[in-house]
T-cell receptor, first 112, second 114 residues
């Protein structure tokens, strides 16, 4: 049973436009959420996180939104740049736990 | 380079052989994690150490898998009697003790069992 799902395996966006990556979760115990970016042949790199007590967290071009009632979070990248092309993973954890539960990833392609 | 480092980067082995991977975490990080990632999937948790103590193991970690972290520094992951289904990217990550601290990942060891 996949507790964290990223239903779009790929997304293509024009440079300068907004990229919106979505993530749904089923475990109501999750209370901390993270986004990681992964380039080929490299490990995942931390991007941004959000606690369940917030509904928005912003860091430069990256904003994560959390809708707890819908068990949904999204990552917005504005403006998108070709260097943002990578696979993006959504991950979640329970406060008292240590393991991250990852979604299957969304491949973002930003076209110049 | 002060990031998480993993060795080797690639390993090809014959079915039935034993393999061992090494992970060197960021030096001040108490927590160390092992994940496995197969093609088209996200990383899956395998096991976790806090200092030298192995505190959590996934059901994915069969009896053929063993992990150690002697002296709370580097860690090794050994797979005995490898099977083709073990072919995957094995990722190591480390973090500070704070539960809100993000995990930093190494580049991974890609295992191919032929």
């Amino acid at each position: 049973d996949q507790q964290v799902k990223q239903n779009s395996p790929s997304l293509s966006v024009q440079e300068g436009r907004i990229s919106i990556l979505n993530c749904d979760y089923t475990n109501s115990m999750f209370d901390y959420f993270l986004w990681y970016k992964k380039y080929p042949a490299e490990g995942p790199t931390f991007l941004i996180s959000i606690s369940s007590i917030k509904d928005k967290n912003e860091d430069g071009r990256f904003t994560v939104f959390l809708n707890k009632s819908a068990k949904h979070l999204s990552l917005h990248i504005v403006p998108s740049q070709p260097g943002d092309s990578a696979v993006y993973f959504c991950a979640a954890k329970v406060n008292a736990g240590n393991m991250l539960t990852f979604g299957g990833g969304t491949r973002l392609m930003v076209k110049p | 380079d002060t990031g998480v480092s993993q060795d080797p980067r690639h390993k090809i082995t014959k079915r039935g052989q034993n393999v061992t991977f090494r992970c060197d975490p960021i030096s001040e990080h108490n927590r160390l994690y092992w994940y496995r990632q197969t093609l088209g999937q996200g990383p899956e948790f395998l096991t976790y150490f806090q200092n030298e103590a192995q505190l959590e193991k996934s059901r994915l970690l069969s009896d053929r898998f063993s992990a150690e972290r002697p002296k709370g520094s580097f860690s090794t992951l050994e797979i005995q009697r490898t099977e083709q289904g073990d072919s995957a990217m094995y990722l190591c990550a480390s973090s500070l003790l704070n539960l809100r601290s993000e995990a930093f990942f190494g580049q991974g060891t890609r295992l191919t069992v032929v």
